[in-house]
């Protein structure tokens, strides 16, 4: 009899235990329906693209592999702003008058643009001042052959179209030093077809001149600034 038990064990003992270890989806398959395609799904090895896994870590507290990059502009991206200032002509020194710098005189005595529009006697311009009128707009409406300098911060300007006048008057810095901006509106004024004075009274610059075929004038008042630019104020007539 135990020898009998014995051979049954030793028969289908290894059949139990082979069917207990088939594949759980395939049982699953077989006596409960399940898809085969979801069955497939499961089984199926899970795909990752290792470039976005990479990327992949925007709630991560460690910081990324590498940093975020956008572009740098370059250091000098502010410098030179179109100005030519490599081709110009070398404005003359100032000249000495018996009289001294009346221009100068007249710039510290003006409160306003107006002002010193008002005492400005070439081309009309002296006559057109009480018509002025103050707007940032007139700086972009200066005379093409005296326009203003590409790296201008205006902080002042102010205009007349009453009548004949065409006055423009604009305060305004650069960071160019003062003899950049004495040589490239000294430039400016005589490939126009202009004169062009020089006068000083210490630190105070004058570059004026006028032009016979149409009666054109413009004046230049300069001081430096103590960051090494350089601020103007400009007063022309015929303006666009």
Known sequence: MI???GFILFVFLPLALAGCARDPIDSAGEGNGVDPAVASALQDQIMVDPALGQQANGD???PPGQPYSAGVPADGVAAGGGG?????MRAPDPVQSAGGCQQCSSARDAATLGGLAERQKAGGMGGCAASIEYSATWAQRLPADI???PQARVTEAAG???GKCALRAVSFSSPAPMQTMLDWYY????RAGYTAEHQADGNEHVLGGTR??????YVLF???RQDGGTDIDLVANNGV
């Open 3 to 5: 020898r009998q038990l």
């Open 147 to 149: 326009p203003l300098y």
């Open 160 to 162: 007349s179209n009453n």
């Open 222 to 224: 300069m001081t430096p």
């Open 84 to 88: 030519n200032d490599g081709d110009l």
């Open 60 to 62: 991560a507290v460690r």
């Open 187 to 190: 430039t400016k004024a005589v």
């Open 212 to 217: 016979d075929r149409d009666g054109g004038a």
